[in-house]
Protein backbone atom coordinates (compact mmCIF):
# COMPACT_ATOMS: atom_id res chain seq x y z
CA UNK A 1 0.00 0.00 0.00
CA UNK A 2 1.63 3.44 -0.95
CA UNK A 3 1.69 5.98 1.55
CA UNK A 4 0.09 9.66 0.88
CA UNK A 5 2.32 12.39 -0.55
CA UNK A 6 3.98 14.33 2.01
CA UNK A 7 2.33 17.69 2.27
CA UNK A 8 4.22 20.24 0.81
CA UNK A 9 4.65 24.02 2.22
CA UNK A 10 5.14 26.17 -0.22
CA UNK A 11 6.98 29.05 0.31
CA UNK A 12 5.39 33.02 0.14
CA UNK A 13 6.19 34.53 -2.47
CA UNK A 14 5.63 38.20 -3.51
CA UNK A 15 4.46 37.57 -7.19
CA UNK A 16 1.59 35.56 -5.38
CA UNK A 17 0.91 38.59 -3.70
CA UNK A 18 0.60 40.90 -6.48
CA UNK A 19 -0.87 37.99 -8.25
CA UNK A 20 -3.67 38.55 -5.79
CA UNK A 21 -4.09 42.20 -6.23
CA UNK A 22 -4.38 41.72 -9.73
CA UNK A 23 -6.94 39.35 -9.84
CA UNK A 24 -8.86 41.56 -7.59
CA UNK A 25 -8.45 44.97 -10.10
CA UNK A 26 -9.56 42.92 -12.88
CA UNK A 27 -13.03 41.60 -10.95
CA UNK A 28 -14.05 44.86 -9.68
CA UNK A 29 -13.18 46.60 -13.18
CA UNK A 30 -15.27 44.16 -15.27
CA UNK A 31 -18.24 42.72 -13.83
CA UNK A 32 -17.92 43.36 -10.11
CA UNK A 33 -18.31 46.64 -9.41
CA UNK A 34 -22.11 47.45 -11.76
CA UNK A 35 -23.15 44.16 -9.64
CA UNK A 36 -21.71 45.57 -5.92
CA UNK A 37 -23.44 49.22 -7.38
CA UNK A 38 -26.69 46.97 -8.28
CA UNK A 39 -26.78 44.79 -4.91
CA UNK A 40 -26.20 48.26 -2.68
CA UNK A 41 -28.98 50.18 -4.48
CA UNK A 42 -31.46 47.46 -3.79
CA UNK A 43 -30.33 46.48 -0.45
CA UNK A 44 -30.54 50.87 0.31
CA UNK A 45 -33.33 51.04 -1.06
CA UNK A 46 -35.57 47.59 -0.08
CA UNK A 47 -38.99 48.61 -2.19
CA UNK A 48 -37.17 49.33 -5.68
CA UNK A 49 -37.50 46.27 -7.68
CA UNK A 50 -34.58 44.84 -10.09
CA UNK A 51 -35.48 47.44 -13.24
CA UNK A 52 -36.40 50.39 -10.62
CA UNK A 53 -32.74 49.88 -9.15
CA UNK A 54 -31.37 49.64 -12.92
CA UNK A 55 -33.19 52.80 -13.40
CA UNK A 56 -32.31 54.42 -10.10
CA UNK A 57 -28.52 54.14 -10.94
CA UNK A 58 -28.79 54.69 -14.31
CA UNK A 59 -30.08 58.33 -13.40
CA UNK A 60 -27.16 59.03 -11.48
CA UNK A 61 -24.53 59.01 -14.73
CA UNK A 62 -25.56 56.95 -17.07
CA UNK A 63 -23.74 53.54 -17.58
CA UNK A 64 -21.10 55.61 -15.42
CA UNK A 65 -23.50 55.07 -12.53
CA UNK A 66 -22.40 51.54 -12.26
CA UNK A 67 -19.08 52.32 -11.65
CA UNK A 68 -19.58 54.90 -9.14
CA UNK A 69 -17.18 54.60 -6.04
CA UNK A 70 -14.89 52.04 -8.40
CA UNK A 71 -12.18 55.22 -7.90
CA UNK A 72 -10.63 55.52 -5.50
CA UNK A 73 -12.38 53.22 -2.97
CA UNK A 74 -12.84 49.90 -5.36
CA UNK A 75 -9.73 50.52 -6.37
CA UNK A 76 -7.90 50.56 -3.33
CA UNK A 77 -9.92 47.99 -1.61
CA UNK A 78 -9.23 45.18 -4.96
CA UNK A 79 -5.10 45.96 -4.53
CA UNK A 80 -5.10 45.14 -1.26
CA UNK A 81 -7.89 42.92 -0.59
CA UNK A 82 -6.74 40.33 -3.08
CA UNK A 83 -3.33 40.16 -1.45
CA UNK A 84 -3.97 39.61 2.08
CA UNK A 85 -6.98 37.00 0.87
CA UNK A 86 -4.41 34.52 -0.94
CA UNK A 87 -1.71 34.98 1.46
CA UNK A 88 -3.69 34.85 4.47
CA UNK A 89 -6.07 31.82 3.20
CA UNK A 90 -2.96 29.56 1.66
CA UNK A 91 -1.51 29.87 5.03
CA UNK A 92 -4.32 28.87 6.81
CA UNK A 93 -5.30 26.16 4.21
CA UNK A 94 -1.83 24.48 4.71
CA UNK A 95 -1.79 24.64 8.24
CA UNK A 96 -5.46 23.21 8.68
CA UNK A 97 -4.58 20.06 5.68
CA UNK A 98 -1.24 19.98 8.30
CA UNK A 99 -3.31 19.45 11.36
CA UNK A 100 -5.11 16.25 9.46
CA UNK A 101 -8.05 18.44 7.81
CA UNK A 102 -9.51 17.70 4.63
CA UNK A 103 -10.14 18.96 1.67
CA UNK A 104 -13.53 20.69 2.39
CA UNK A 105 -12.42 21.76 6.14
CA UNK A 106 -9.18 22.96 5.08
CA UNK A 107 -10.76 24.96 2.53
CA UNK A 108 -13.69 26.47 4.67
CA UNK A 109 -10.64 27.19 7.33
CA UNK A 110 -8.51 28.85 4.65
CA UNK A 111 -11.29 31.13 3.44
CA UNK A 112 -12.30 32.46 6.93
CA UNK A 113 -8.78 33.34 8.13
CA UNK A 114 -9.05 34.80 4.65
CA UNK A 115 -12.00 37.01 5.07
CA UNK A 116 -11.49 37.82 8.42
CA UNK A 117 -7.85 39.85 7.87
CA UNK A 118 -9.50 41.09 4.66
CA UNK A 119 -12.46 43.12 6.84
CA UNK A 120 -9.94 44.63 9.33
CA UNK A 121 -7.19 45.16 7.48
CA UNK A 122 -7.94 46.82 4.06
CA UNK A 123 -12.13 46.55 3.77
CA UNK A 124 -14.02 48.42 6.68
CA UNK A 125 -13.14 51.97 5.33
CA UNK A 126 -13.39 51.64 2.23
CA UNK A 127 -16.45 49.41 1.62
CA UNK A 128 -18.11 52.29 3.79
CA UNK A 129 -17.21 55.24 1.97
CA UNK A 130 -18.35 52.93 -1.52
CA UNK A 131 -21.95 52.81 0.10
CA UNK A 132 -21.62 56.13 0.75
CA UNK A 133 -21.11 57.57 -2.49
CA UNK A 134 -23.70 55.54 -3.74
CA UNK A 135 -26.19 56.80 -1.23
CA UNK A 136 -25.73 59.91 -1.15
CA UNK A 137 -27.40 61.29 -4.20
CA UNK A 138 -30.22 61.41 -1.82
CA UNK A 139 -29.22 64.42 -0.83
CA UNK A 140 -28.12 65.88 -4.17
CA UNK A 141 -31.90 65.20 -5.29
CA UNK A 142 -33.51 67.32 -1.98
CA UNK A 143 -31.20 70.36 -3.45
CA UNK A 144 -28.26 70.13 -1.33
CA UNK A 145 -24.81 70.47 -2.74
CA UNK A 146 -23.33 67.14 -2.43
CA UNK A 147 -19.52 67.49 -1.67
CA UNK A 148 -16.78 65.44 -3.39
CA UNK A 149 -15.51 61.81 -2.83
CA UNK A 150 -11.99 63.00 -0.68
CA UNK A 151 -14.60 66.16 0.99
CA UNK A 152 -16.87 63.86 1.71
CA UNK A 153 -14.33 61.18 3.87
CA UNK A 154 -12.17 64.09 5.66
CA UNK A 155 -15.70 65.51 6.93
CA UNK A 156 -16.65 61.98 8.27
CA UNK A 157 -13.04 61.71 9.63
CA UNK A 158 -13.23 64.95 11.33
CA UNK A 159 -16.78 64.35 12.59
CA UNK A 160 -16.76 60.50 14.11
CA UNK A 161 -12.76 59.52 13.41
CA UNK A 162 -11.62 56.28 12.35
CA UNK A 163 -15.03 54.60 13.61
CA UNK A 164 -16.83 56.80 11.47
CA UNK A 165 -15.02 55.57 8.67
CA UNK A 166 -15.26 52.17 9.71
CA UNK A 167 -18.53 52.18 10.33
CA UNK A 168 -19.82 48.66 10.09
CA UNK A 169 -16.61 46.87 9.73
CA UNK A 170 -17.79 44.62 12.50
CA UNK A 171 -20.65 43.37 10.12
CA UNK A 172 -18.08 43.65 6.95
CA UNK A 173 -16.23 41.22 9.09
CA UNK A 174 -18.63 38.61 9.23
CA UNK A 175 -20.06 39.08 5.54
CA UNK A 176 -15.99 38.27 4.65
CA UNK A 177 -15.33 35.18 7.32
CA UNK A 178 -19.02 33.49 6.05
CA UNK A 179 -18.44 34.69 2.66
CA UNK A 180 -15.07 33.41 2.14
CA UNK A 181 -15.43 30.18 4.01
CA UNK A 182 -18.52 29.33 1.92
CA UNK A 183 -16.81 30.35 -0.94
CA UNK A 184 -13.62 28.05 -0.74
CA UNK A 185 -15.26 25.42 1.31
CA UNK A 186 -18.44 24.64 -1.20
CA UNK A 187 -16.01 25.11 -4.33
CA UNK A 188 -13.84 22.14 -2.64
CA UNK A 189 -16.65 20.32 -2.12
CA UNK A 190 -17.81 21.00 -5.47
CA UNK A 191 -13.72 19.71 -6.88
CA UNK A 192 -14.62 16.55 -5.12
CA UNK A 193 -17.57 16.16 -6.82
CA UNK A 194 -16.58 16.37 -10.13
CA UNK A 195 -13.23 14.57 -9.62
CA UNK A 196 -16.08 11.65 -8.61
CA UNK A 197 -17.91 12.43 -11.32
CA UNK A 198 -14.87 12.43 -14.16
CA UNK A 199 -12.90 9.56 -12.05
CA UNK A 200 -9.73 11.95 -11.18
CA UNK A 201 -9.53 10.53 -7.98
CA UNK A 202 -5.78 10.76 -7.66
CA UNK A 203 -5.02 13.89 -6.32
CA UNK A 204 -1.99 14.73 -8.21
CA UNK A 205 -4.58 14.51 -11.69
CA UNK A 206 -5.06 17.97 -11.93
CA UNK A 207 -8.75 19.30 -13.05
CA UNK A 208 -9.18 21.42 -16.14
CA UNK A 209 -9.69 24.79 -16.50
CA UNK A 210 -13.25 25.12 -17.19
CA UNK A 211 -13.81 22.22 -14.31
CA UNK A 212 -12.21 24.45 -11.91
CA UNK A 213 -14.34 27.39 -13.02
CA UNK A 214 -17.30 25.46 -12.61
CA UNK A 215 -16.62 24.43 -9.22
CA UNK A 216 -15.76 28.24 -8.26
CA UNK A 217 -19.26 29.38 -9.70
CA UNK A 218 -21.24 26.89 -8.11
CA UNK A 219 -19.21 28.04 -4.88
CA UNK A 220 -19.48 31.33 -5.18
CA UNK A 221 -23.32 31.32 -6.31
CA UNK A 222 -24.17 29.25 -3.28
CA UNK A 223 -22.37 31.47 -1.05
CA UNK A 224 -25.34 34.41 -1.38
CA UNK A 225 -26.68 32.50 1.63
CA UNK A 226 -25.30 34.88 3.88
CA UNK A 227 -27.66 37.95 2.48
CA UNK A 228 -28.98 39.28 5.71
CA UNK A 229 -25.79 40.52 6.82
CA UNK A 230 -24.92 41.95 3.28
CA UNK A 231 -28.38 44.20 3.72
CA UNK A 232 -27.15 45.12 7.10
CA UNK A 233 -24.15 45.97 6.28
CA UNK A 234 -25.24 48.34 3.40
CA UNK A 235 -28.17 49.65 6.12
CA UNK A 236 -25.36 50.33 8.85
CA UNK A 237 -22.88 52.51 6.15
CA UNK A 238 -26.02 54.03 4.49
CA UNK A 239 -25.63 58.04 4.43
CA UNK A 240 -29.82 58.22 4.07
CA UNK A 241 -31.69 59.80 6.64
CA UNK A 242 -34.90 57.97 8.40
CA UNK A 243 -36.05 58.94 11.97
CA UNK A 244 -37.19 55.58 12.45
CA UNK A 245 -33.68 54.13 12.39
CA UNK A 246 -31.75 53.25 15.39
CA UNK A 247 -29.45 56.79 16.60
CA UNK A 248 -26.39 53.66 17.37
CA UNK A 249 -26.42 51.07 14.95
CA UNK A 250 -25.33 48.12 16.05
CA UNK A 251 -25.41 44.65 13.77
CA UNK A 252 -28.48 42.74 16.06
CA UNK A 253 -30.38 46.60 16.37
CA UNK A 254 -30.18 47.22 12.48
CA UNK A 255 -30.74 43.86 12.29
CA UNK A 256 -34.21 44.18 13.70
CA UNK A 257 -34.80 47.38 12.12
CA UNK A 258 -34.35 46.11 8.39
CA UNK A 259 -36.71 43.33 9.83
CA UNK A 260 -39.40 45.16 11.50
CA UNK A 261 -39.76 47.84 8.18
CA UNK A 262 -38.83 44.89 5.95
CA UNK A 263 -39.91 41.95 6.90
CA UNK A 264 -38.12 38.64 5.35
CA UNK A 265 -38.10 39.74 2.35
CA UNK A 266 -35.88 43.09 3.37
CA UNK A 267 -32.90 40.77 4.68
CA UNK A 268 -32.70 39.38 0.87
CA UNK A 269 -32.81 42.44 -1.16
CA UNK A 270 -30.78 42.12 -3.55
CA UNK A 271 -29.63 38.49 -3.51
CA UNK A 272 -30.08 38.13 -7.39
CA UNK A 273 -27.03 40.61 -8.06
CA UNK A 274 -25.51 39.25 -4.87
CA UNK A 275 -25.14 35.72 -6.14
CA UNK A 276 -23.88 37.12 -9.90
CA UNK A 277 -21.29 39.12 -7.82
CA UNK A 278 -20.54 36.12 -5.60
CA UNK A 279 -19.92 33.58 -9.01
CA UNK A 280 -17.57 36.56 -10.20
CA UNK A 281 -15.52 36.90 -7.59
CA UNK A 282 -15.15 33.00 -6.80
CA UNK A 283 -14.03 32.38 -9.97
CA UNK A 284 -11.72 35.08 -10.09
CA UNK A 285 -10.17 34.42 -6.86
CA UNK A 286 -10.23 31.02 -6.28
CA UNK A 287 -10.52 29.16 -9.83
CA UNK A 288 -8.05 31.99 -12.02
CA UNK A 289 -6.19 32.14 -8.52
CA UNK A 290 -5.02 28.47 -8.70
CA UNK A 291 -4.62 28.45 -12.44
CA UNK A 292 -2.76 31.57 -12.26
CA UNK A 293 -0.06 30.59 -9.50
CA UNK A 294 0.16 27.07 -11.29
CA UNK A 295 1.83 29.50 -14.01
CA UNK A 296 3.50 31.87 -11.42
CA UNK A 297 5.17 28.56 -9.86
CA UNK A 298 5.70 26.80 -13.37
CA UNK A 299 7.78 30.44 -14.61
CA UNK A 300 9.77 30.44 -11.17
CA UNK A 301 11.46 27.57 -11.81
CA UNK A 302 12.51 27.90 -15.23
CA UNK A 303 16.11 28.06 -14.98
Request: hydrophobic residues 40%; glycine residues 12%.
Amino acid sequence: MSKPAALEKKPVKFSNLLLGAGLNMFEVTTLGQPLEVMKTTMAANRTDGMMGSVSRIWSRGGALGFYQGLIPWAWIEASTKGAVLLFVASEAEYYAQSFGAGNFTSGIAGGMTGGLAQAYATMGFCTCMKTVEMTKHRAAESGVKVPGTIATFMDIYRREGLAGINKGVNAVAVRQVTNWGSRFGLSRVAENGIRNFTGKTDPSQKLTAPEKILASALGGGLSAWNQPIEVVRVEMQSKKEDPNRPKKMTVGNTFRYIYGTSGMKGLYRGVAPRIGLGVWQTVCMVALGDIAKEMVEKVSFVP
